[in-house]
């Protein structure tokens, strides 16, 4: 071999050697350009998470102050429903009470009509006599 056909070769290979090297400068960049995007969607996607995170956080936190209000309404309701109850049975034992008052004028009642029927039939015998 020549020095001709050596050094013709040895520019073949170079030349071969540069498009390869550009291939890969070309891939690479495209691989970064990937890994960037990436990034980019990790990012967002923690960002994403982050929300969610702080979103379900707020829900725990109205979901616990709902709760301590039911538990508030219910305290307050059973509170309310024994003072309605014993409310309840203290007009029961007061209308008792009056009924049986009520009875007992009403049997006096009786007695005084029929005893001033008596009287009056007692009065009327008398004067006819008279």
Known sequence: M????FQELVLQQLQV????????TKRQRELTEGQQQLNEKF????????LLTEGQRILEDKLTKLENAVTRIENDHGRKLGALLDGYHHNAEILADHTARLDR???????????ISILDKTKSNKRKTK
Request: aromatic share 0%; glycine share 4%.
């Open 17 to 24: 050697l540069t498009e390869v090297q550009k291939e890969l």
């Open 43 to 50: 990012a967002s996607l923690t960002k994403g998470q982050n």
């Open 105 to 115: 004028i009403e049997s006096k009642v009786t007695t005084h009509d029929m005893q």
């Open 2 to 5: 020549d020095n001709e056909k």
